[in-house]
Each structure stands twice: as C-alpha cells, then as structure tokens.
C-alpha cells in the first residue's frame, strides 16, 4: 500500500481529462470501503492545489456516529499530508445515482476549499457527471471569516 497519491500536471479550471482521472480514482477507492452496516459504499478522488490526488472511501463503524464518509477520509489524509489547498472532488458510489456530500462533508470542504472556484464532481460513470460549484452546495456558509470580530 503506502503512498500511492497520483500526481496531475494541471493547471486552471479542471479539464475533461482531469475529470476522467479523478472519476477513475474515485472508483478505485470505493473499492475499499468498508461498510458492513449500509453496504453503500462511496469513493472519492480530492485533487490538491498541487496537482496531487488523495483518494478516500467511506469507513463505517458498529458505533454509527464514528463513521467517516468517503470526502472526509479523502480530506482528512490530504491534511495529513500537509496538504490544506484543494481544487475539486470526484464521487461515485452508492447505487449509481449522482451522489451529492453530506452537510458535514460540505462544511469540511468549505474549510480548505474556495467555494467560489472548487468544483464538485458527481459522477454515475467516466462519461456521465455533473460538474457542481462548493458555494452552490452550501450557500450561505458558516467559515473562518464569520469568526472574526465585527
Ligand atoms: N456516505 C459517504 O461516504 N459520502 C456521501 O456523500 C454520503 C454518505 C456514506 C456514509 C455511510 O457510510 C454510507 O454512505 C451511508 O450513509
């Protein structure tokens, strides 16, 4: 295993071929998921302002609530990594449908993400997704900025 990030040369708004890598990654971390309560499993392919990919799947747990969704586990190893500076996702699972973040994955892309520019990828396949903006996805967004003193 180790670390096995994909690298993009890659620069502006994400291109159809980037598009295609991610989605392919998105799948083959889904691979991996490990979800013996809701046999819904999701993967996720996060690229990084440096062209990096970090891929993440949904690990769930007998506990319910320490479940980490597949966008989560993505961002989580990216930050690890030193990685805080994210472009877009791709994420493909479930059954097949466009599968749009949860609030909680949403408010942690907003962390790290500018939601004017990061794109959210929903993808059924390679060929058929839907290319959504972060500030679409959660409008209104509680951040950094609300925390500083008026
Ligand atoms: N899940 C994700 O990993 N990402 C999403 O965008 C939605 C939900 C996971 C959490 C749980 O393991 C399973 O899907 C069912 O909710």
Partial sequence: ???QNTVLENTGSVR???VKQLIQKAYEAQAYAY?????FAVGAALLCADGTIVTGCN???AAYTPTSCAERTAVCKAVSEGRRAFRAIAIVGGHGQYLAPCGVCRQVLMEFADPDQFEVILARNEKDYQVL???DLLPYAFSQADLARV
């Fill in 59 to 61: 690990i769930e747990n």
């Fill in 1 to 3: 295993m180790g670390n």
């Fill in 35 to 39: 979800v013996p309560y809701s046999d």
């Fill in 16 to 18: 159809t071929e980037c």
């Fill in 133 to 135: 903006l972060l500030r």
